[in-house]
C-alpha cells in the first residue's frame, strides 16, 4: 500500500510541475509522458494489490514488475532534456519499493 501511495504523489507533483508558471513549453511533452507513466503505474499497483487477496502471484508479479517499467519510461523521456526532474527521487525509491514488493512475491510461491 506504501508503494500505492507513493505512485499517486509521484502523479501529483507531475501534474503540478506541468502547471507551473514559466515551466518551457518543450518540457511539457515529456512531462505530459511522465504524466502518463505515473497513471498506468497507479492502475498497476492497484491491480497487484488486488491481486493479494487472491494470492495470485502471477499477477502481482506482472503488475509490480509493469510499474518498475512505467518509472523507467518516465526517467527516459527526462534524460534526454537538460533540466533536473522533481520524479527522479521519488522513482528511485518508487522503483526500490517496487523492487521489495517483487521480492515479497516471491515468497509467497
Same mark, same amino acid.
Given at each position: 500500500?506504501?508503494?500505492?501511495?507513493?505512485?499517486k504523489?509521484?502523479?501529483?507533483?507531475a501534474?503540478?510541475?506541468t502547471e507551473?508558471? #514559466?515551466?518551457?513549453?518543450e518540457?511539457?511533452p515529456?512531462?505530459?509522458?511522465? +504524466?502518463?507513466?505515473? %497513471?498506468?503505474a =497507479?492502475?498497476?499497483y492497484?491491480?497487484?494489490?488486488?491481486?493479494?487477496?487472491?494470492?495470485?502471484t #502471477?499477477?502481482?508479479?506482472?503488475?509490480?514488475?509493469?510499474?518498475?517499467?512505467? +518509472?523507467?519510461?518516465? %526517467?527516459?523521456? =527526462?534524460?534526454?532534456h537538460a533540466f533536473?526532474s522533481?520524479l527522479s527521487?521519488?522513482?528511485?525509491?518508487?522503483?526500490h519499493?517496487?523492487?521489495n514488493?517483487?521480492a515479497i512475491?516471491?515468497l509467497?510461491?
Open positions: 500500500m506504501a508503494g500505492a501511495k507513493l505512485t504523489h509521484a502523479l501529483s507533483v501534474k503540478n510541475v507551473e508558471p #514559466g515551466v518551457k513549453p518540457l511539457l515529456v512531462l505530459k509522458e511522465c +504524466i502518463r507513466s505515473y %497513471e498506468t =497507479v492502475h498497476n492497484q491491480d497487484a494489490v488486488n491481486a493479494f487477496p487472491r494470492r495470485d #502471477g499477477t502481482m508479479n506482472s503488475m509490480f514488475s509493469a510499474v518498475i517499467i512505467d +518509472i523507467g519510461d518516465c %526517467e527516459d523521456a =527526462v534524460s534526454g533536473e522533481p527521487s521519488i522513482g528511485t525509491r518508487l522503483t519499493m517496487t523492487s514488493c517483487l512475491v516471491s509467497l510461491d
